[in-house]
């Protein structure tokens, strides 16, 4: 009997129409051979976040993430502009940053091979007995690197089309909060014990936040008001309409820019394939994935406020109230993601039918189908 790849498997998936479709299959999730076929055709060739821009103020502050298993590391150069590079140095190839922090120049840790803020060799000790050794020829390899609405995207891609191109109808849908103006306040990293998808299509759906989330936001959640529409070729989203009890999700009362439910709205991005922002007028969290394997994945999470919050002298303890729920949060979520990918190990386990509510999961589905080639 012939058996279907994972990718046949996934193209059969979306081929249903979402009235009658049915979660991923699990070797989409569990195949380490189709998680190589994402880092080759999604990860290498798609825009990915970074971070925030505003948290590389001064030159030499630097960040470090992976792309495809390439260390890549973004800085502030000298005459302020926002840079990526490899990683990895051009001599034995060490990697050369680690984390986050800020530098004068990068001296490699192994031989002290030194570069300056912009890429190019300042230095290599005891090389002049090597006659085809040149400076010049040795710097390191640029990284596509370019600022969306604060947020520093990077991309292995030289053909990627821009993110401003690429991500225009997300400022289309959402012209009156800019998230440029955005400030980040915290970031921090951790690692959990399931499949970045799984993590992703959480974000994606509140379906489950009434049972996931019944110790801290479940009860303010209405199902039955909620619309999840169509997505789009680089992101999908829905909405929610928020109460009183937490106050930076809401307008500032000083804001007279937005009326309406805008001024209690928070909006769930998903942008493709790693990118997922809560954005409410008070305040922002986001979560950038990266895969460890098929069972882990690398989280950044990080979040900040909007300007006009940023300004009150009663933000930071609203702040500190806030972080203190999502901590929670996180916590609830993480335990309901690594359950999923612990099922679906089980030779019992069958993708089930969607529900209305999960159609961005679908578009999320989509989207990685037309990225991965059968």
Not at 118 to 124: E, Q
Request: charged content about 20%; some cysteine.
């Amino acid at each position: 009997m012939n058996r279907h790849t994972p990718a046949q498997e996934l193209h059969a998936n979306v081929a249903i129409p979402f009235e009658r479709a049915r979660a991923m299959p699990k070797s989409v999730y569990t195949d380490p051979g189709f998680l190589a076929q994402e880092q080759a055709q999604i990860f290498a060739r798609e825009w990915l976040c970074a971070g925030r821009a505003e948290t590389l103020a001064e030159p030499g502050d630097y960040l470090t993430l992976t792309i495809a298993g390439a260390p890549v590391v973004v800085l502030r150069d000298h005459d302020g502009q926002l840079r990526a590079m490899s990683n990895v140095c051009r001599h034995r190839m060490s990697t050369l940053l680690q984390g986050r922090g800020r530098v004068r120049s990068i001296v490699c840790p192994y031989h002290a091979w030194t570069y300056n803020l912009d890429g190019s060799l300042r230095g290599a000790p005891a090389m002049e007995r090597n006659r085809g050794f040149c400076k010049e020829d040795n710097g390191l390899p640029a990284v596509r690197c370019e600022v969306w609405q604060g947020w520093i995207m990077v991309t292995l891609n030289p053909d990627a089309p821009a993110p401003a191109e690429r991500l225009q109808a997300v400022r289309a849908l959402i012209p009156a909060l800019d998230m440029s103006t955005y400030r980040e306040t915290f970031r921090e990293e951790f690692r959990w014990a399931t499949n970045w998808k799984i993590l992703a299509e959480n974000f994606m759906e509140s379906y489950h936040l009434p049972m996931c989330h019944k110790g801290t936001i479940g009860g303010a959640t209405r199902l039955q008001d909620m619309v999840c529409p169509e997505g789009n070729d680089a992101f999908n989203y829905h909405s929610i309409l928020k109460d009183d009890s937490i106050p930076l999700a809401l307008a500032h009362p000083a804001n007279t820019t937005l009326t309406g439910e805008d001024r209690i709205r928070t909006w769930l991005l998903a942008i493709y394939p790693t990118l997922l922002i809560t954005l409410t007028p008070g305040y922002f969290w986001y979560l950038s994935l990266t895969p460890q394997g098929p069972g882990e994945v690398n989280v950044v999470f990080g979040g900040g406020m909007s300007p006009d919050w940023l300004a009150d002298a009663r933000a930071p303890e609203h702040l500190r109230q806030l972080k203190a729920l999502l901590d929670e949060v996180n916590l609830e979520d993480k335990g309901c993601t690594e359950r999923v990918y612990q099922g679906m190990l089980s030779s019992m386990a069958t993708p089930g039918p969607l529900s209305h509510l999960e159609r961005p999961n679908y578009e999320f589905a989509r989207y990685l189908a037309r990225r991965i080639r059968i």
